[in-house]
């Protein structure tokens, strides 16, 4: 239920050209297709979320999408790609002095990093 509610509210976005509302009615429905275990669905979905919220430029919305595809990426069994994300993510956040993003991130690339089994670089970034 919750996936067709969230495809019914991007169309509502989408066909009233508010970018803002679509990248938010995609976050929704990457987090709906996590709970249906479609991670494959989910990871475009929260994919697609990014780039419209980098595009206009909501740091915060942005942030939150890269989490849900993160999630994505280590529940559909691919941890390696979820802490590339992450590391990504983070050094991006980071160039740009965005502290609180790029805390965010890291604590992301943790949850990767553990996924993974890497207990050490899940807290190296605390050792600093």
Not at 22 to 29: F, N, Y
Not at 103 to 125: C, K, R, W, Y
């Amino acid at each position: 239920a919750a996936v067709s509610v969230s495809k019914q509210a991007l169309a509502l976005a989408q066909e009233a050209s508010a970018k803002p509302l679509e990248g938010d009615a995609r976050v929704s429905l990457a987090r709906a297709q996590l709970g249906n275990d479609n991670s494959g669905e989910a990871v475009l979905s929260a994919f697609e979320a990014v780039r419209i919220f980098q595009d206009t430029f909501d740091l915060e919305s942005e942030v939150a999408a890269q989490q849900v595809m993160v999630s994505a990426h280590i529940k559909g069994g691919d941890a390696e790609e979820a802490r590339q994300c992450a590391m990504d993510a983070m050094a991006r956040y980071k160039d740009g002095g965005f502290k609180k993003m790029e805390a965010t991130m890291l604590l992301s690339l943790a949850e990767a990093n553990l996924q993974i089994g890497d207990i050490e670089g899940a807290l190296v970034f605390y050792k600093k």
